[in-house]
T-cell receptor, first 118, second 107 residues
Framework: EVQLVESGGGLVKPGGSLRLSCAAS????????MNWVRQAPGKGLEWVSS??????????ADSVKGRFTISRDNAKNSLYLQMNSLRAEDTAVYYC???FGSGYCDYWGQGTLVTVSS | DIQMTQSPSSVSASVGDRVTITCRAS??????LAWYQQKPGKAPKVLIY???SLQSGVPSRFSGSGSGTDFTLTITSLQPEDFATYYC?????????FGPGTKVDIK
């Protein structure tokens, strides 16, 4: 069974940093593209970042470029999102999602809430 | 960036109704489009990818069509478990973008 479990969310002050993790199991993680998608409270879905299976490409939304860094450790079946210079507008539930078909997301984690507030 | 719009933003329907949701891209995306269903407090679930391909395990009452800039998600014979918010997403080019969502609620 495919499982994606996010962790690392919490309350952080503006300008602070946080590192999200996503533990993957039940599939060949090293062969899968991975994504981070977020959802602000009561709002729609926003794609944040993608990383290909072997790090050939890494992409970011303009809203997080230069502040967030996506990475993966295929040996640990884990995906990460390092978030720096956090702003109030980064407050959201962050989902880890497996990519398929060159851009779609088939399996999603339960999400981890990041709250940026003083 | 490619902008995605959806209409309507919400629709009230009854069990058994046919529901159609439209998604429009600001530029042509061939058939690089997915549809997701999201229920409150839950992660999204992919229903349709490549505009018209039904994801494994998704009931056949869901169907997708379209190409280029205009796409449609149709739910024939709405079931109680279908009341949710639906999002389209383009995967033609980065940055991937989602539509604003269409909420389907009970009439």
């Amino acid at each position: 069974e495919v499982q994606l479990v996010e962790s690392g969310g919490g309350l952080v002050k503006p300008g602070g940093s946080l590192r999200l993790s996503c533990a993957a199991s039940g599939f060949t993680f090293s062969s899968s593209d991975m994504n981070w998608v977020r959802q602000a409270p009561g709002k729609g879905l926003e794609w944040v970042s993608s990383i290909s299976s072997s790090n050939i490409y890494i992409k970011y939304a303009d809203s997080v470029k230069g502040r967030f860094t996506i990475s993966r450790d295929n040996a640990k079946n884990s995906l990460y999102l390092q978030m720096n210079s956090l702003r109030a507008e980064d407050t959201a539930v962050y989902y880890c999602a497996r990519g398929f078909g060159s851009g779609y997301c088939d399996y999603w984690g339960q999400g981890t809430l990041v709250t940026v507030s003083s | 960036d490619i902008q995605m719009t959806q209409s309507p933003s919400s629709v009230s329907a009854s069990v058994g109704d046919r529901v159609t949701i439209t998604c429009r891209a600001s530029q042509g995306i061939d058939n690089w489009l997915a549809w997701y269903q999201q229920k409150p407090g839950k992660a999204p679930k992919v229903l349709i990818y490549a505009a018209s391909s039904l994801q494994s395990g998704v009931p056949s009452r869901f169907s997708g069509s379209g190409s280029g800039t205009d796409f449609t998600l149709t739910i024939t014979s709405l079931q109680p478990e279908d009341f949710a918010t639906y999002y389209c997403q383009q995967a033609n080019s980065f940055p991937f973008t989602f539509g604003p969502g269409t909420k389907v609620d009970i009439k």
